[in-house]
């Protein structure tokens, strides 16, 4: 078994691992998980230290971690942390914790910088990206399907998507929900 010492970052990221039942630092301050993916989150920190003698094996990775309920899930976005000098430091690892199964929240200031997005407009897009149709997007928001439409048109005139599909890539790749340790 391997095991190295955990910093964290932020105080968001220790909430998450105070509330989860998936991820948890033992009393050494080691980041532990359930014994299914522990060898695997192993494997993945190991990567990212270069630890693993194959110069042709990829550092760090994704690891999904959940519960055969499914009533919780995390995503670990394991990597190497570079230094400037790193032959004067010990070799680091950055894991980003996401929260799977929790609202997507938009680069709002973003968005209506960028794209010069109306509030509504910016409303729409958080209701769209949080898998909501258009018609319960109007139900949400009290308005006519047919105020959602002309909203879906100016958005998409405001970021140049031809589709739902295009719109939905643009905002995931705008979403603020992860965190790191």
Known sequence: M???????????????????????????NHLKT???????????????LFEIGDVTHESGGVLALYDHNNTASL???????SEINISQHPKKV?????????PQRLAEDYLQQKYKLAKREI???????NGMDLEQIGTHMKITYGTV???IKNIFAKTA???????????????????HI
């Not at 060898?39 to 990212?48: F, T, Y």
Request: proline share 1%; charged share 20%; with cysteine.
């Open 149 to 151: 439409r002309m909203y």
């Open 94 to 102: 950055i894991i980003f914790i996401t929260q799977t199964d929790q």
């Open 2 to 28: 391997i095991s190295y010492f955990c910093q964290l970052s932020n105080a968001i990221a220790r909430k998450i691992l105070e509330r989860s039942s998936l991820l948890q630092l033992d009393q050494k």
């Open 34 to 48: 359930c014994l299914e993916f522990q060898q695997k989150l192993a494997d993945l920190i190991r990567s990212s």
């Open 75 to 81: 995503m670990l976005s394991i990597l190497p942390f």
């Open 123 to 129: 409303e729409v897009c958080n209701l769209f990206v």
């Open 161 to 179: 998507c031809s589709s739902q599909t295009e719109l939905m890539q643009l905002l995931m790749g705008l979403t603020l929900d992860f965190e």
